[in-house]
């Protein structure tokens, strides 16, 4: 298992320099985001293939993992190409604290890293010979629960923004009536629910990092923070108001 561990961990590697490289080349780093999201649909069919683990446990982990990194992933990548040559503003402002491209190339690896740590539960599943157990697919189950309601608030949110009547305005319709990030939500769920189907298994005590670090990056790194800054910067007192009334994150009643 320690072995298949390195040889995905030396894919993403590569992995990631190439498309590094595709943004030096381009002047757009905004494809990590893509080549992030589609981590797991490379490595988890893969341990699959080669795990000597029970096929039921491993193939429901497997497609769950394969869907929830397709639908994320080539929702960004047909962002980043309607934008393009357009690069994200957080690589934006990268770049003016790092002038070169060398702080990219580390930043690019240590993402490849941490796709690394979560493709865990798909690892462990693969190497895991007992079948699955009733708390093994109540945690699978919340993924598919957690993917319906990701799906659902993407989908609402594009509607929103498609009609030329709510342009500048607050989305604050579906999901987004109880939540201001419904999406990010649900995406911790997803996590949350594979370490659920992964504690009773040699070691899965260590996929808890994966809704750690997906909680930290959300709430406190690249996700809320950044979102509501440059939603304050478009909307001004409206999405201020919209903070006031509504939950920043479980979704919730809104307030008076």
């Not at 341990?47 to 994320?72: D, E, H, I, K």
């Not at 993407?154 to 990030?181: E, I």
């Amino acid at each position: 298992m320690i072995t298949w561990l390195l040889i995905g961990l030396a894919l993403m590697l590569a992995a990631f320099a190439a498309v590094w490289a595709l943004g030096v080349r381009i002047r757009n780093y905004s494809f990590l985001d893509v080549i992030w999201s589609y981590g797991v649909a490379i490595l988890a069919p893969i341990y699959a293939a080669v795990g000597p683990g029970n096929p039921g446990r491993q193939w429901a982990f497997t497609v769950l993992g394969v869907a929830w990194s397709l639908r994320l992933g080539t929702c960004i990548l047909l962002r980043v190409l309607q934008h393009h040559p357009r690069e994200d503003v957080r690589y934006e402002g990268l770049r003016r604290r790092w002038p070169g491209p060398g702080m990219f190339l580390v930043f690019h690896e240590l993402q490849a890293v941490l796709v690394v740590i979560f493709s865990l539960p798909f690892l462990l599943a693969a190497w895991r010979r007992m079948p699955l157990r009733i708390v093994d697919m109540i945690g699978l189950g919340l993924v598919l629960i957690a993917l319906l309601g990701e799906s659902l608030a993407d989908r609402q949110l594009k509607r929103f923004k498609s009609d030329p009547v709510n342009q500048g305005r607050v989305c604050d319709t579906g999901l987004w009536r109880y939540s201001r990030h419904p999406n990010y939500f649900f995406e911790l769920l997803v996590w949350i629910g594979f370490a659920a189907a992964s504690l009773d298994t040699p070691h899965g005590w260590i996929t808890l990092l994966c809704p750690v670090l997906m909680y930290y990056f959300l709430t406190q790194v690249t996700g809320i923070p950044l979102t509501e800054e440059y939603a304050i910067k478009s909307k001004g007192d409206a999405y201020r108001e919209y903070q006031r009334t509504t939950s920043a994150f479980i979704p919730w009643f809104r307030k008076a």
